[in-house]
């Protein structure tokens, strides 16, 4: 059993289009992160929620929808796609929320806007 | 805030040494290192809580100096395993409600057998 799983795993798509990727851990974690990779293998935060509750935004387009239906689930809503947009977006998940633990992350979701 | 990595790419034979350093202009409680093959995600190493604290997992090992702000890792007898990028987070000090790893730029470590 894959401990954070993402779906889908690649996602070629137009400018200006609509996309969802799907996040899910079954670690029990009550904290989960969006994490977007860049082609220069930049690791930046964009989101986290604890136990549903969004408690990290890092000034990510407005765009950018994340939900939280329940603390097993993160998934990411991107409106009006973007070239620079094209990345890998990586869910994590930890069990602490004022100190991070060991983060946990699924195998990526690669995005490719054209 | 972002983390300084440093080198940025390293090659090495089978068989030799290395040091990856990273280093905050901030007062840090954790610094973290993950190693990301390519194609995968990104992967744990260690955490290092306390100032002075060392840790090892299987020959890689790190240190963590609080006062400077800094943690190195280092790779002694590397495998051809060992190849991938490294990442160090940084988690900062002082309370926070939501804590986050800020990571640093990465070190991409290359293994020629």
């Known amino acids: 059993d894959t401990a954070v799983s993402q779906t889908p795993k690649y996602l070629v798509t137009q400018m200006g289009n609509d996309k969802s990727i799907k996040c899910e851990q079954n670690?029990?974690?009550?904290?989960m992160y969006w994490y977007k990779q860049d082609s220069k293998k930049f690791l930046k935060i964009m989101f986290s929620?604890?136990?549903?509750?969004?408690?990290i935004n890092e000034t990510v387009p407005n765009r950018f929808s994340p939900k939280s239906p329940d603390k097993a689930h993160l998934n990411l809503h991107i409106n009006s796609l973007e070239l620079g947009d094209s990345a890998v977006y990586f869910c994590?998940?930890?069990?602490?929320?004022?100190?991070?633990?060991?983060?946990?992350f699924g195998e990526g979701s690669r995005l490719t806007v054209l | 805030q972002q983390p300084v990595q440093s080198p940025q790419a390293v090659i090495l034979r089978e068989g030799e040494d290395a040091v990856i350093n990273c280093s905050s202009s901030?007062?840090?409680?954790?610094v973290h290192w993950y190693r990301q093959k390519h194609g995968e995600a990104p992967v744990f190493l260690m955490i290092?809580?306390?100032?002075?604290e060392q840790k090892g997992h299987e020959k890689i090992s790190a240190s963590f100096n609080e006062k400077k702000q800094q943690s190195s890792l280092y790779l002694t007898a590397s495998q051809l395993s060992y190849s991938g990028t490294y990442f160090c987070?940084?988690?900062?000090?002082?309370?926070?409600?939501?804590?986050?790893?800020?990571f640093g730029s990465g070190t991409r470590l290359s293994i020629r057998p």
């Open positions: 994590a998940s930890t069990s602490g929320i004022s100190y991070t633990g060991e983060l946990f």
């Open positions: 670690l029990g974690h009550d904290t």
């Open positions: 929620y604890n136990n549903k509750e969004l408690i």
């Open positions: 901030k007062a840090l409680y954790s």
């Open positions: 290092l809580l306390k100032g002075g």
């Open positions: 987070g940084t988690e900062g000090a002082g309370y926070s409600s939501a804590s986050k790893i800020i």
